[in-house]
Structures are given as C-alpha cells and as structure tokens.
C-alpha cells in the first residue's frame, strides 16, 4: 500500500515547516500547505489529498468551518492537530466529521500512525481527550429535545447557554459547568442574544420567559 499524501492546514510556518519535515522523514508526502481555511479548502478541492492535517484556530475562516466545508464536498479525511482540548472544540471538530483528533504535544511516531490510519479509513483520537469525546458525543444523544423546540434557531451549546442565563449563571460559572473557556462562553452568550434578539442576558431572559407565558 503506497503512503497518504497530506496537506497541512497550520497558521504558523515554523509548524508546517516541522510537520513536513516530520512526515517526510517517514515517506509520507505533502502534497501542499495552508495559513488559513479558505486556502485549506481551496487547497483541499486542488490538490485532493488522502489527509487533511488540520489546525483548528487560524485567522479568517476557522479549521472547524474548513473541516466542515471540506468533508461535505468530499474533498479528504481531516485529522485535526491542535494547542487546544477544550471541549468545546473537540464536539465541534468531530460535528463537522473530523475523523481524528490529535494535540500539537503528540510525538512524531504518533501522528504518523494517525496520519496512516485516517488515510487507512480508520479514526485517530490522542488519549486525553477521548473521555471528553465521548462525554460529548454522550451529550449530544441524551439532551432534552424540549428546548430545543422552543428555540430552534439554537445549537445544543447556544441552548445549554441559554439556560444558564436564565438560572443567572455568571461567563466563569457557565465555563466550569460547560467545562469550556470564558472566551468561548463569552462567543456563545453573543450568538443566543443575537438569534434572540435582544440586548442584553437580561432582556434575553425577559423575552424567553415572556413567550413561555
């Protein structure tokens, strides 16, 4: 069986830089390379790679967004390399289909085995952030589908938000429960105002309680 070929999705040079170097080393061949989603889509659709090794936060379009576009269009398998296990962003790389999930921490034999494997038709999850997948995926099966009515326009996140404000749950109350970063709660009380909306958590609590009357 001949090696995958890759394309390295990575707003850092020097990390792309190491990265080829690192699978090169073993017969793996870059095919291209991108500094931000919409070159990685781009890139992705021209150069048709096994692999897409994809880093989540870039400027512009985002490697969540990209992942997404990507795997719909069929265009590779995306095996995301990432600084960051926030939950957040593993549940949002495995819900755009992301078939692997490796940090940056990962030593050269391990994302080699990941990259063969993907390209193999197999999926790749680095170990500490395989409880939280599947707290996630959990997540996802079990929640309460009422809300979600009452507020279509939600994800499950925006809505687990949602009822946080509601409960006067404080950005750091709701990042330990959601077990996510301030920064990402903060995204997320901004998206459910605006699809709501209104102003403020306070008017976003008004209008939600006035439409259950």
Do not use: C
């Not at 830089?17 to 989603?37: F, K, S």
């Not at 992301?98 to 080699?112: E, N, W």
């Not at 077990?179 to 306070?202: E, M, Q």
């Amino acid at each position: 069986m001949s090696e995958p070929t890759v394309l390295l999705a990575d707003d850092h040079g020097a990390i792309r830089v190491g990265l080829r170097i690192m699978l090169e080393a073993q017969g793996i061949t870059v095919v291209g390379e991108a500094a931000d989603g919409d070159v990685a889509v781009r890139n992705a659709a021209a150069l048709r790679p096994d692999v897409v090794l994809m880093d989540l936060r870039m400027p512009g379009r985002d490697g969540i967004s990209a992942t997404a576009e990507i795997v719909k269009r069929g265009l590779g398998d995306v095996l995301v390399l990432t600084s960051f296990d926030e939950d957040e962003l593993v549940w949002g790389a495995i819900r755009a289909g992301a078939v692997g999930f490796l940090l940056k921490t990962a030593d050269a034999p391990t994302l080699v085995r990941a990259v063969r494997s993907v390209a193999a038709g197999e999926g790749a999850l680095d170990p500490r952030v395989t409880r939280r997948a599947l707290a996630a995926v959990s997540e996802a099966l079990t929640a309460p589908m009422q809300s979600l009515d009452e507020h279509p326009q939600l994800t499950i996140r925006e809505q687990q938000v949602l009822d946080g404000i509601l409960q006067g749950s404080s950005n750091a109350q709701l990042a330990m429960d959601l077990r996510i970063s301030v920064p990402t709660v903060k995204t997320h009380v901004s998206n459910v105002l605006a699809k709501l909306g209104a102003r403020s958590r306070s008017h976003a609590a008004a209008l939600v309680r006035s439409r259950a009357d």
